[in-house]
């Protein structure tokens, strides 16, 4: 059985998102739980402000160093954590954003080989740093008021003894704290036991909704993709609800709310219902004697057939 | 009767002579067919008809598959076959409310069958001749559920699922397509394994209703179903 579900857990691994991603040689892969889209990474607006929950969890960190020409890791090496504007992290008098973070000396760095001696890479998962905040990220860049949108990146220095000896980049980090504008929700028709809720988006960046559905106070609310119609159920016929929306973009910025709009569901009669409001005989299930007497006798008349052919 | 002996005749005359090639051994066939079907579930009711309400009046398509095994094959070839299928209808249920609000509900059945059958093709074997007459008896069991909305309609603790036996009766007529190209028939039986294949038209009354059982329903066809399709002996 293992054989068989093995590789379909191996095939679902990439969609568990980035924490379970092995970085390729010389990259740096972060992690944040509270994204939507894939492998995009962001900082959101309740990220950058330190609120919410799991507002100020911070970022995990999966690397896998590449050595510098000429230098071969080893463990022990120091490394730091570089946040800057630039992809490469380069030192430069005129970048302002050039911060550093010296972590723990790691003394369980994964040395994956090396070719001629003077080569290799080191890998490293599940680092985490209470610094590494999408609040502190955002602080160290100047982004602290939380009103503007940027990109950052992370770089993974390895230090020994002051000689850069390896490497690793980020692809880049969204400081995304602009929430798209609510949704304006078009219908709210009456199912039975239901309402089919449609809605247009006002774009913005918006990937995903949510459906409050009022009573009860505070609302039900339904998570959905991004789709522009959805049937929320579990409802009570000939009860008056308030249906509200609230856009998510990528980075989960929540849009506020939108205007509400009632709906009653109502019963609707469907053909069992209706055959059944006329008395019709059928009770359903399954009604066996006949036919266990005629499979019987079908089985029956197999059996003897066999007997006489082994015979 | 003269005009067929002629077209019999005919059809021997430029049919296929007879195989050049021994063709394999004949274990059963298998068809594929296509039917029209509408439950009698309105019969049961003087002047109501809850059926034509939520589905309308029109038929609609039954898929059916099934598998023969050889038990004779002298004159003719008698088999004994099991078989299943598929039908659905889709209507819409209105609110007593505001009949203007429907959803969608729907009746769904898969048949499954075992059975007798008997295809005269001795004509076809011996003289070439590309018909063969055939009947079919069968035991049949239709389990059927039913939707409202997207979920199994319910009725006072009552789910709209269960199951429906009784017996169908069938004679059609099998039109041998090897004539058409007997060499390439040789080849596909000596590739495949497929002796014959036909295409045929077939009339089926059905009784399902549980042998008259008063809690029922009546899923006997309204008529007697006419299909087609393809049969392979092999």
């Known amino acids: 059985m293992l054989r068989r579900i093995l590789p379909l857990i191996l095939a679902l691994l990439p969609l568990a998102g980035v924490r379970a991603q092995t970085p390729a040689s010389g990259e740096v892969l972060a992690g944040d739980t509270n994204d939507l889209v894939g492998n995009a990474l962001y900082i959101n607006r309740a990220e950058c402000q330190g609120s919410g929950p799991g507002g100020d969890d911070p970022l995990t960190l999966n690397w896998q160093a590449q050595a510098e020409s000429g230098q071969t890791l080893s463990n022990g090496n120091e490394y730091v954590v570089k946040i800057s504007t630039d992809p490469q992290c380069a030192q430069s008098q005129t970048d302002p954003f050039i911060h550093t973070v010296t972590l723990i000396d790691d003394d369980s760095l994964v040395i994956n080989g090396s070719a001629g001696g003077v080569s290799g890479t080191g890998a490293e998962s599940g680092v985490t740093d209470s610094r590494l905040t999408g609040r502190n990220l955002a602080s160290v860049m100047n982004l602290g008021a939380c009103n503007a949108d940027e990109r950052i990146y992370i770089c993974i220095e390895l230090m020994n003894g002051g000689t850069l000896v390896g490497v690793a980049r980020s692809g880049g980090i969204d400081v995304d704290v602009n929430a798209p504008p609510a949704p304006e929700i078009t219908d709210v028709a009456p199912q039975d036991g239901a309402l089919d809720v449609f809605w247009t988006s006002q774009g913005g960046g918006a990937v995903a909704y949510q459906i409050l559905v009022r009573p009860p106070d505070p609302p039900s609310v339904t998570d959905v993709g991004d789709v522009s119609r959805h049937l929320v159920t579990g409802l009570t016929n000939n009860s008056q609800y308030q249906i509200t929306m609230i856009a998510l973009d990528a980075a989960r910025n929540a849009s506020g709310e939108s205007g509400a709009f009632p709906g009653i569901p109502i019963p609707i009669t469907d053909f069992w219902e209706g055959y059944s409001a006329q008395q019709g005989k059928e009770l359903g299930g399954c009604s066996s004697a006949g036919a266990g007497s005629a499979l019987g006798i079908l089985a029956a008349m197999v059996a003897r057939r066999r007997r006489r052919g082994t015979r | ?234």
């Open chain 2, 1 to 234: 009767m003269i005009r067929f002996a002629r077209v019999l005749s005919l059809l021997a005359a430029v049919g296929w002579t007879g195989p050049t090639l021994a063709e394999s051994d004949r274990w059963g066939s298998v068809d594929v067919r296509l039917m029209g079907y509408r439950p009698n579930i309105d019969a049961e009711f003087p002047s109501a008809t809850p059926y034509r309400d939520a589905f309308g009046g029109d038929r609609g398509w039954m898929f059916r598959l099934s598998l023969g095994k050889n038990i004779w094959n002298e004159i003719g070839t008698l088999e004994y076959t099991i078989g299943t299928g598929y039908f659905e209808k889709y209507g819409e249920g209105r609110s007593p409310n505001d009949p203007t609000v429907t959803a969608a509900t729907a009746f769904k059945v898969v048949p499954l069958s075992v059975g007798l059958s008997y295809r005269f093709d001795w004509l076809q074997r011996r003289f070439g001749v590309p018909l063969a007459p055939y009947a079919r008896a069968a035991f049949e069991r239709y389990n059927w559920w039913i939707l409202g909305g997207n979920e199994i309609a319910e009725v006072n603790g009552r789910s709209g699922v269960g199951a429906t036996h009784g017996i169908s009766v069938t004679g059609g007529l099998a039109i041998e397509l090897d004539f058409l190209h007997p060499e390439m028939a040789m080849e596909m039986d000596a590739d495949t394994g497929i002796n014959d294949t036909y295409v045929f038209i077939d009339f089926t009354k059905s009784f399902i209703d549980d042998f008259g059982r008063r809690r029922s329903f009546d899923l006997s066809d309204e008529q007697i179903a006419v299909a087609g399709g393809f049969l392979f002996a092999f």
